[in-house]
Every structure is written in C-alpha cells, then in structure tokens.
C-alpha cells in the first residue's frame, strides 16, 4: 500500500486512515494530547484522547522528531481551531486510535524550526541529514528537482538527447585547475575530473548528434565563494546548424518555459540584448541588476552579446609583452567577418566574438557561443594566446583533427544551476540548495573528508605523500 | 528557423525546403549525381541535374562525410526507383538547385557504413567522433537517451525527486577500491570518487524526502570487463515506510514500463521471483537466463530474495578464521524475525536479509534491500564482520549517529544501466552504448588520458610520483 502523503490526508474526511511521519510538536494538555505529524509534503495534527489509555500512555512518551505511524479517523477541526499555517493541513485533525514508534530520536543538536542560517555551517554540515529537515531546504530541494524536470520536458521535446559525458578525463593546462586522479594501472599518470563537457560535446556535434544536453557535474579546484563550490552542476547543450539568434531563443523559450513551471516572475520578455560595449558603458559591468528594486522577487534576465575574442588582460597567455587571452572560451568562433582579420593576426583587440552571455539579477547564469569550426582557425586562437605548434598539437591535436572530417556548425551553453536556483530562492549561498555540501574550505565535517590513505593505497597508486 | 529532420522530408512534397546533413554515398552517373544526405533522424536522396552547371560543378567535387546545406524541390521518386533500405526516405528524392558546402571532410581512417566490431578498439576510441557516426552507435545512444527519460517520468509521477549526491566524497576501505582525489587546501589528505551514492541516499531518508533518485556516476579502481568499466552509471532510488514488497513491486513497474516504451519485449510479468536457495539449487548461480532460446530478444528478467545476510567466504572481514562476509552490502537488514539471532551472534550463517537482486537474461541487473536503521543493528553487523568499536565508529559514526535521530524504515536499489542498454540492444561491450569509453586498460586514445602533471601540480596538490 502507498504511503498516504500528509498533504492529502483532508480528502479522505471522515475516513479511517494510516499516516507515517515525524513528531513535528508536541502539546500535552493533560488530557488532550496533540501532535503535530510532519511529511515531506506537510503536517496534520493527531488528537489522542485519554479514553485509550494505552495510547495515550505512548503519546505521552513520544519527542519531537520520533518516527511513528499512527491509525486514526479524519474529522473537522472545531470551529476556531481552524489552523491556517503554511504547510498545515489545517481544517482537519486526525483522531488517532493506535500510534507504533518505529523510530526513537535523541534531542536534535540544533533547533529544525528556524530558518537555520544562524547556525555555524560546520554543525549544520555535521549534521546535514538533520539540517536538511528543515522546511526552507525541504523547500529548495524540491524546487530543484522540479524544474530540473520542466528543462528536460523542454529538450525532449525539441529533440535533444541526454548524453553522458567520462569523469575520468584529460588534464589540460589551460582554464582553472584541474581536480586530479592518480591512475593506478599507468604509474604516474593521472586523469582529471572535468571542468565543463566542453570538448565532448563539440565532439557529439561532429559525431553527428546534432542536439545534446547533459545536466552535468562539472570540478574546478579553485578557491570556494558563497556562490561557487569546488564541485557545481550546468544544464550543458549543443546543437548543430545553428546561429547565433537560434541558441539564444531556444535557450531563452527553455529559462522561461522551466522558471515560470516553478512559479518565478520574469520581469522583461523577450529578454533584453546589450551588447558587450553598451554594458559596460551602461552599468560599468558585463553584468548588472536591471531591477529598479533589487529586493522585487522578479528575474531580471538579460543577454550580453559581441564581446571581444580577446583582451589584454588574464593570465592564460604565455610569454611576450603583449600577450593577449581569451575572453571567454578560446572555443568561441569569431564572427564571420572578422576571421579573414584573425587568421591574418590584423587588429586583434578589436575582433569580436560570437559568444552570449545570460545574466540575472546582477549575476552571470549562463555563457556559450557559436564555436569554432574550422581546424585553421582554432589554431590560430591558439598561437595568438601564446602556444606552440607542438603544445597545440598535444593538447587540441584531437579537436584539430576532428575538424578535420566534417564539423558542423554547432553552438551552445552552458547555465549554472546552483546559482539559478539561489536567484529563484533569494538564497546567498551554495549550502542552502545543494544537499550536500562541502564547507568553504572543502571539507565534508559529517563523513569526514577528506582523509589520509592507506599506506596501500598509496603504493597502489604509485605515489608518496610530500613531507611538510 | 529550425532545421528539418530528413526523416520528415516526404511530408514536404512538392515543396521547396532547405536541408543540412552529411553526404552518406555519391553517385556519379557521368549527367545526373545521386547524393545520399544523412542527418541524425535518416537519409534522403539528393539529385543534381547537369542543366545548372554551377550546382553540378560543386556536386562533382562532394565526398563522403562533407557537410552541406541545400536547397531543392521534394518530389516522388520515378516508378521502379523506390528504395526501402532502412532509414532512408525511399518515396521521395530532392532535386536541387543550390549546394553550400559547410565543412569538408578527408576520408575517415575506417568504413562507418559497418556495424563496427570489426575495428581495433585502440583505433575505433581515438576517432570516436567519427565511430559515433555508425548507425549502430547512433542508435544505442538514442535508445539510452529515451529509456532514460521513461524512467525519469515514471519515478516523477511517483513523487520521487531527484537530488544530487557529491562526486568529492570519502575513502573508505569497504567494498572495492576507490578512486582518489589529492587535496590542494588539506595536505596529505585526499577525496575519494563515490563508488555508489548508497550512504547518501540514506542519509536522504533520515533527513525525510521519503521517495530520491538519481541517475549516478559510480567509479570503481578496478579491473574491467567487456561489460564493467572504470565508471558507470546506476538508476538509484531510495524510499521510506516501505516494505520488502513495495519496492519490488515499484522497481518492477518502473522497469516494464521504460522497456516496453522503447519496444522490447519481455518474456513474462509479473517476474518471477526464486529465493537465492531455489536458485542454487535450480541453476547452481544467483543469476540466470530463463529464456528456452538464448538467442531470443527477449528479457526474461527474475528477482532472487533471502540471501544469506554472511557468507564465508570472500575477503572483506578481517582476522579471524572463521571470518565471516556479506554477502551483498552490509547496510541491508536482517529479516525482523531474525534481528534478535544477529544481537545475539546466534546462528549467523542462517540469517536471512532483505536483499533483492533483479536478473536479466544470466546477467544481474539491480541489487537492492531493505536497509539497517537501528544504529545497534548496524554497529552488530560491523562488529561481526571483523571491525573494531573504533573502526566503527571511525569509518561510520556518521551513520549511526543518523540513526539516532529518528530514521524511517526505508529501501532502495541500484540498476546498472549500462548493462540493460547492453542487454536490450544485444550488445557484448561497454564501448556499444557508452558515448566515450575508456579503453580496457583505462586509456582515451582520443584524448591520450591519463596523462603526466606538471611539476607545479604536483607541488600544489603536496604529492610526488614514486620512482620506479
């Protein structure tokens, strides 16, 4: 038999029924005692009469957070007692007649009634199944789920596949640092956790798949913010025979098709377009809150295009007074008339690219681009910021190669699903709509990680711990 | 505008429309050229009349795997000339009047009109862009795709969420060995790669979302075989206030539902079920085929329940000569009527669990149980199977501790997907329905990982490769 959701409990009126939860509250008045019974979908309060005595003996015994299972009949609250609290089924009571603990608790290390964010992260964290009890992360998690769903409804629907993408990968040099892992069947040789499915979904694209989406795990090694983690997950797509404006509608039509599913409020439709040089002349920044109350639950969204392909700033070019970097993503394909200038290495700085950046509320929620196609030209990009023949070769030799055997023109994005859900939240931080997260220094305080290994495990993997 | 599928061309009859594709074959018939287009949907034939020289000339010089854009007017093919070969839009052809070539293409270093399995993997994996363009591959990965997204609707319309577990996790020595992180901010220490989100979900239901699911990556340092590799994934789910037969029933639903959507067809419903006596007995293997014809394409999938809860053998426990294993996870519990005997230490090698294993045609496809949540239980079967109160404590305090706190009686399962891909295409290898494969030594060809680390990555991540 299912489980009947506490939610649905006011529509069987007048009926016997089993219900299972957690003791949300407790209040013994001598006589009465109530109960307030906790599922994820909502609360009912139980009544136990002092006529069974041997049920009213175990609910005077019963603390919050018990797990228990009860039989009773749902009758109308009296006049007056109507509850109109949220998440309370509050017209109805449940008269219980038999009550089975299946679950004893301790007194919980923090209280689950409050919002929680004045609790240190490390207990919180130490304690996350407990934590996450609480009705805001309930809350955001479920959200989560939901409109993770609406965005794959959306791309099914448009025809695109779900396509995993390895963990186990290449570590390159260029972006952020890499998360490593010691192979132990080639001694000294590590793979890296991936920073984004870049490459292998250009790759799909090439292998002929044409629309690709993963809701895909994505490391970086790098110092944690509020808003960025070590580890963040992307809503990642590609399509095939694409431009620019085709990206950019289906990516918005999916934004607001999967926001507004969730009930979220999108201030400005179609999303406004700035180019790279009317924001930064406009509000100084690549991103911006275009609310004129940045406290209004609205979603501002905004596209952010034209940027230029490189600048004279960053750090990803190597030697020579003039370097120059990527502003985006060296995959990113100029726009078509100014290749001719890239390819002869003619006024650099003002070339400018095909990439669209999606921003909200002051935040950037998403980047992509149409890519690069054409194997002479992602060479080029290359030798501009700074490498060799023969480190391009090894590094991108794969991708050159590729574009060699029929690349179509292909284009996509990337959206951070952390932080869109913190915006549809009003959430300031990460650990507030991740289950579980690590704390701000990359430590997992409940399992306790990460740890030292065996001394086996190190000689497995062909490698020494340096001494301090 | 959106692009047209090829496999919809024949509703556009004597209309002009633009199509974008791969050449697949050129005829050359000296006046008319017959070019097959191929996209991801199917083929049409493309015919280039000598009357428009222009158009001619560019079609004379297209080979295999180029990618053009065309414009032209679809008509009935000419009495006679209809073509049934699968995939292709045999009724109708399009006569074109305009060719953009889009990318061109050298010849592919081996034939992608084969089934493929011909091919040395080494070579097959490093051009896996263009292996993916086999119809076969094509084929798998779109099946996975859709099997995928029945599951995800079915387990949504019964309430379940899906919610993501950390792939940053912990070492511990149990089960198989893990892959491991180095950690820049904590030197000497490392993450481990999860090897299943079993704890996690767990410690889900403690924190009451009742009904989770994730389709997960899981990674294992282990050897491989044709059908386990380094990574895979598992359809993962977890529910609370469940019994043994509930989940079953559920996981069953789930199954025949997503298979029969994508079309296979199975062999008998409802399962049937052995117990792991009956079918040592019967088939002398807790994993069997039913099928009378093992080349059928059926799936004859079975359950087998009441395993032993220990085994003697396997190499888990550690001292002791009498050592005693699980004989699956040592997280599922003991039948209710055999928890005192386990307290007591009384005739373990008779405990019964509640494990459940599901079948399909001689593979094991899922493993499951109704899990421990008494810490005293949990902490027993450690106790048994060799490990200190310290050890305990150590590796798995956090579970016990979750327990404490009021967690409902739950269950769950892991399906390999992988393997049912396998099993519903009848193919005998990871590398035929996985996107990008790893060698069976653990290599990318294509991407030549795992690869060295520059000094500067060893030096930050506080470890040093062990000379040979």
């Not at 292998?207 to 895909?216: D, K």
């Not at 609205?298 to 020579?320: H, I, K, T």
């Not at 690219?353 to 030209?377: A, F, T, W």
Request: hydrophobic share 40%; aromatic share 8%.
């Amino acid at each position: 038999m299912r489980k009947l959701n506490l939610s649905q409990v006011s529509q069987y009126l007048d009926k016997e029924v089993e219900l299972f939860g957690w003791i949300d509250v407790r209040r013994d008045h001598g006589k009465l005692i109530f109960l307030d019974l906790r599922d994820r979908s909502g609360k009912v309060q139980l009544v136990v009469a002092p006529s069974d005595k041997e049920t009213h003996a175990i609910a005077s015994g019963l603390r919050p957070e018990w797990v228990i299972k009860i039989t009773g009949i749902v009758a109308s609250r009296p006049e007056g007692m109507v509850n109109l609290k949220e998440g309370m089924s509050g017209k109805i009571e449940v008269k219980v007649s038999k009550i089975e603990v299946l679950s004893e608790a301790k007194t919980p290390p923090f209280a689950l009634d409050s919002d929680g964010r004045e609790i240190d992260e490390e207990i919180r964290l130490k304690y996350r199944y407990l934590d996450l009890r609480r009705a805001r992360l309930q809350k955001n998690l479920i959200l989560r789920s939901e409109f993770l769903k609406h965005i794959r409804d959306f791309l099914y629907n448009k025809d695109f596949l779900e396509i995993e993408t390895p963990m186990l990968t290449k570590s390159t040099p260029e972006g952020s640092r890499d998360f490593v892992v010691p192979s132990r069947l080639h001694s000294g040789k590590f793979y890296a956790l991936p920073q984004s499915p870049q490459q292998y979904k250009q790759l799909l694209m090439v292998a002929g798949f044409e629309r690709y989406f993963q809701i895909a795990r994505a490391m970086r090694d790098e110092d944690t913010r509020a808003d960025r983690g070590l580890e963040h997950t992307q809503i990642d797509l590609e399509m095939s025979f694409v431009e620019q404006k085709d990206v950019m509608s289906l990516v918005e039509e999916m934004v607001i098709f999967a926001s507004e599913k969730i009930g979220q409020k999108i201030m400005q439709k179609p999303f406004p377009i700035f180019t790279y040089d009317e924001a930064m002349e406009k509000f100084k920044a690549d991103k911006f809150d275009l609310r004129a109350d940045k406290d209004s639950k609205e979603l501002a969204f905004a596209w952010v295009v034209d940027f230029p392909v490189f600048s004279a700033e960053g750090g990803s070019a190597s030697g020579g007074e003039k370097a120059l970097t990527y502003s985006h993503n060296p995959f990113t394909a100029p726009k078509a008339d100014h290749v001719e200038n890239l390819l002869l290495g003619k006024n650099l700085e003002l070339l400018t690219s095909l990439q669209y950046d999606l921003v909200c509320n002051g935040h950037e929620v998403g980047g992509g681009g149409i890519r690069i196609n054409k194997p002479e030209v992602l060479e080029k990009v290359f030798e501009i910021l700074g490498h060799s023949k023969e480190e391009i070769r090894e590094k991108f030799g794969h991708m050159l190669d590729a574009f060699e055997y029929g690349a179509p023109p292909h284009g996509g994005i990337a959206l951070g699903l952390d932080r869109l859900i913190m915006m549809f939240q009003g959430e300031e931080a990460l650990r507030e709509v991740v289950a579980f997260p690590l704390t701000g220094d990359g430590r997992d305080p409940m399992m306790d990680s990460p740890s030292t290994l065996t001394k086996k495990q190190l000689e497995e993997l062909h490698i020494k711990v340096e001494e301090k």
